[in-house]
C-alpha cells in the first residue's frame, strides 16, 4: 500500500546537516569506543586515536555579485594521517560545523583503513548556503577557502575530494587554485576531477556503484533475490542517484527516493531518467509525473527490501528505527544510523552494511584517480570497475570473518578491522619524539 501522510516542502537551506539533539562528533567517538573496547586497545593508543591530529578554522571574505564583503566559515580537520595522506571531502551546507566536519573526518580514516587504502582521514568545507549563490561567487568562495587552507594541502599532505554540494566543477578550482599557488599544475592535489584535468574514469559514480556491489553481497548473506526487490533511497543527490540507478540495472525495482523537499513513490518503481530530469528543471523530485508525494520519514519507514540512506548524518534514530521495515539498510551516507538506531535495527535482525564499508567505493577510486594522477598514465573504466569490485569484496569479506570471529555485527566488526590497522600503524611508527 502506498503511504499517504505527504511531504513537508523544507528548502534545503533550513535542514539541520544532524538533528541538533544528535552530534555526529557524539556519534562518531561512541562507535569508536564500542570497538576500542571490543579490541581491549591499550589506554595511550586508545586515547591518540579518539582525537582529531589537527583542526583548522579560517573566516575569510568573499566579494558577492552586489558588491558586499561576506565573511565565511570554513573548516579542514585531519583525524589522523598514520597511515598516509589525509584523505576527505569537501562540504558545502548552511548547518556545518566544527563537531561535524570532525566526525566527518574520523569516519574517513576508519574507511580508508577498512578497504585497506594508504590514506589517513580527513574533512573539510565552508558553511554557506551554495542554492542561493551564483557560480562566479561559489567560484570566489572556493579559491579563497583554498588559498587559506592552503598550506595543508598537497598530493602528499592532503587530498581533498567531492562531498554534500560539492562537484567536479569545485574540484576543479581546488585543483586550480592550487597549482597557480605552487607555479605549475598538481592534479593529485584534488580527486573528484573532470576528466579533462586528470580525473579518473568511473570516479563520479563510484560511490554508488559500490553501495550496490555491497548490497549484492548481503542479498546473498540473506537469500533474498534481488529480482524485483523494493529498494527506497533517501537523498537523490551524486550517491543516492547513482545507487538508484545501478539496484535498478541489477534488478531491483526503486520505488521511492526523497531529497530535501521531501521523498516521490511508485510502487511499481519510479523511472528514473524522468525523476532526474524533474530533478534538473525543478531543483527537486517532488512532483515528477506519475509518482505520489511522501515525505522524508514515510521514506524510512516504506514496506521495502532495501533502504539506502544517502543524505546526511543522524537521519535514523531511535524514533524511527522501530518502524523500519527494511531488510538491508545500506548507508551510503556517512553516519545516518545513530547508535541506539543501530541497537534496534540489530535486534530486528535488519543487516545494516556500515558507512565505512558501504560508501568506500568513493575513495576507493579517489585513491585510484590518484595513482594515475602520479602515474601520468591514466586506466579503462573496465580496470577502474573491476579493480573496484575486488577491494570492496574483499573487505567485505574480512569484516563478515571479523563479525563471525567476535560475534559482532557488521559496523563493530568493520570497525574493529579498522581501528586495529590503525592502531597497529601506530604502535609499529611509535610515538615521536
Ligand atoms: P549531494 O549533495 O550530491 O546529495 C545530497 C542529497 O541529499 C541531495 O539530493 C539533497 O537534496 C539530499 N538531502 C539533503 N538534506 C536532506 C534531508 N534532510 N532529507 C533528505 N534528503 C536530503 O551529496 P552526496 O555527495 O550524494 O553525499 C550524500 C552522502 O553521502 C553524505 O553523507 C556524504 O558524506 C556521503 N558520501 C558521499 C560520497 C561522494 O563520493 N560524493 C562518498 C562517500 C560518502
Given amino acids: 500500500m502506498a503511504p499517504t501522510r505527504s511531504a513537508p516542502d523544507v528548502p534545503s537551506s533550513a535542514q539541520p546537516s544532524t538533528p541538533p539533539s544528535v552530534s555526529a562528533w557524539d556519534v562518531a ?16 593508543v586508545r586515547e591518540v586515536l579518539r582525537h582529531a591530529k589537527r583542526e583548522v578554522t579560517v573566516h575569510f571574505p568573499v566579494q558577492m555579485d552586489n558588491g558586499e564583503t561576506r565573511v565565511f566559515h570554513g573548516y579542514r580537520v585531519w583525524h589522523n594521517v598514520v597511515r598516509g595522506p589525509a584523505k576527505g571531502g569537501l562540504r558545502y551546507h548552511p548547518s556545518l560545523n566544527l563537531d561535524d566536519v570532525r566526525a566527518l573526518a574520523m569516519w574517513m580514516t576508519w574507511k580508508c583503513a577498512a578497504v585497506k587504502i594508504p590514506f589517513g582521514g580527513a574533512k573539510g568545507g565552508v558553511t554557506c548556503d551554495p542554492a542561493a549563490m551564483s557560480p562566479r561567487e561559489l567560484e570566489r568562495m572556493t579559491r579563497r577557502y583554498v588559498t587559506d587552507i592552503a598550506d595543508m594541502l598537497g598530493p602528499d599532505s592532503d587530498i581533498p575530494a567531492p562531498d554534500v554540494n560539492t562537484n567536479p566543477q569545485v574540484m576543479a578550482w581546488v585543483m586550480d ?9 598538481v592534479p593529485g592535489v584534488v580527486t573528484g576531477k573532470p576528466l579533462s584535468i586528470g580525473g579518473s574514469e568511473g570516479r563520479a ?35 543516492g542517484a547513482s ?16 531529497d530535501s523537499r521531501g521523498g516521490v513513490f511508485n510502487g511499481d518503481g519510479l523511472d528514473l531518467a524522468t525523476l532526474t530530469r524533474h530533478k534538473q528543471e525543478t531543483g527537486s523530485v517532488v512532483g515528477a509525473p506519475r509518482t505520489q508525494t511522501i515525505s522524508n520519514a514515510d521514506l524510512l519507514e516504506l514496506d521495502c527490501d532495501i533502504l539506502v540512506p544517502a543524505a546526511l548524518e543522524g537521519m535514523i534514530t531511535a524514533e524511527n528505527a522501530p518502524q523500519i521495515r527494511a531488510r538491508i539498510v545500506a548507508e551510503g551516507a556517512n553516519g545516518p544510523t545513530t547508535p541506539e538506531a543501530d ?13 565505512i564499508l558501504a ?18 598514465f591514466f586506466w579503462t573504466i573496465e580496470e577502474i570497475n573491476a579493480r573496484l569490485r575486488r577491494a570492496l569484496l574483499r573487505a567485505f569479506d574480512e569484516v563478515q570473518r571479523m563479525g563471525a570471529e567476535h560475534t559482532v555485527d557488521l559496523r563493530l566488526a568493520a570497525y574493529m578491522l579498522a581501528v586495529q590497522r590503525v592502531a597497529e600503524a601506530t604502535l609499529t611508527r611509535g610515538i615521536y619524539p
Fill in 29 to 44: 567517538q561512541r562507535q569508536y569506543d564500542r570497538a576500542a573496547d571490543k579490541l581491549n586497545l591499550s589506554p595511550g
Fill in 359 to 376: 560508501n568506500a567505493g568513493g575513495v576507493t577510486v579517489s585513491y585510484f584517480e590518484w595513482v594515475q594522477d602520479r602515474e601520468e
Fill in 343 to 355: 541497537d534496534i535495527l540489530r535486534a530486528n535482525g535488519t543487516l545494516v552494511i556500515p558507512d
Fill in 243 to 258: 545507487s538508484a540507478r545501478f539496484l535498478h540495472e541489477v534488478g531491483a525495482r526503486v520505488v521511492a527516493v526523497s
Fill in 205 to 239: 559514480d563510484a560511490t554508488g556503484r559500490g553501495v550496490v556491489y555491497l548490497i549484492q553481497e548481503a542479498a546473498k548473506m540473506l537469500d533474498l533475490d534481488l529480482d524485483d526487490a523494493r529498494a527506497a533511497i533517501q537523498g537523490f543527490g551524486n550517491v
Fill in 177 to 185: 587554485t592550487y597549482s597557480m599557488h605552487r607555479g605549475h599544475s
